[in-house]
């Protein structure tokens, strides 16, 4: 059983609203969130202190972000692309 809360009143929120909310969230979650957190390690970054770790997230989420409006559906294998020849990635920064 899964518990939410929604500030929504009792006439707005029926079933199938409260499904579409609860599946946009974790739809976030994946495409977002979970790119960061596995294709980028994120959570094993070991930059603490100062404005680095929001730079690298801001870094990462807009790398990320343009790859998926070049259309890239699988964004490890793009990163492994990048990395295996580095005038690829220089070509698609500098378009």
Excluded: K
């Amino acid at each position: 059983m899964t518990y939410a809360l929604t500030d929504l009143a009792v006439e707005q929120a029926d079933m199938d609203i409260l499904a579409a909310l609860w599946r946009g969230h974790w739809t976030i979650e994946h495409r977002v969130h979970h790119v960061l957190d596995v294709t980028w390690h994120e959570d094993a970054c070991q930059v603490h202190t100062g404005a680095a770790p929001v730079a690298l997230t801001l870094l990462r989420a807009g790398i990320t972000d343009a790859l998926r409006r070049a259309g890239v559906t699988n964004i490890a294998a793009a990163l492994r692309s990048f990395a295996a020849a580095a005038e690829r990635a220089l070509a698609f920064v500098g378009g």
